[in-house]
């Protein structure tokens, strides 16, 4: 009953900037932390950003002062701009949302169909 639906994505030269966007729709109580993780072919995934339900971030060491994670909670939306994109940014990139259940209970997490962003000269 929960989705997340990723969009922004595309193709760009180094340099320039793309802005992610995500949106969870469904039937919930709330949603906590939401974020961003992405995974090139060949590699691992790696979580980008986090952001906590009041707007506290983390983000990994190679976007940071780049990339920049904000959350609209009225509309159940999370937000990446990146900026000074780099080839090695290539990667599909997907959302994440803590979701707690109307039923109550623990969260559980979400995840997006991930959203294609390259990078190339």
């Known amino acids: 009953q929960v989705k997340l639906v990723e969009s922004g994505g595309g193709t760009v030269s180094p340099g320039q900037s793309l802005r992610l966007s995500c949106v969870a729709s469904g039937t919930f109580s709330s949603i906590g932390a939401m974020g961003w993780y992405r995974q090139a072919p060949g590699m691992p995934r790696e979580l980008v950003a986090a952001?906590?339900?009041?707007?506290?971030?983390h983000y990994v060491d190679s976007v940071k002062g780049r990339f920049t994670a904000s959350r609209d909670n009225a509309v159940n939306t999370v937000y990446l701009q990146m900026d000074r994109l780099e080839i090695e940014d290539t990667a599909v990139y997907y959302c994440?949302?803590?979701?707690?259940?109307?039923?109550?209970?623990?969260?559980?997490?979400?995840w997006g169909q991930g959203t294609q962003v390259t990078v190339s000269s």
């Open positions: 952001i906590t339900s009041r707007g506290g971030t």
């Open positions: 994440y949302a803590e979701v707690r259940p109307l039923q109550g209970g623990s969260a559980e997490d979400y």
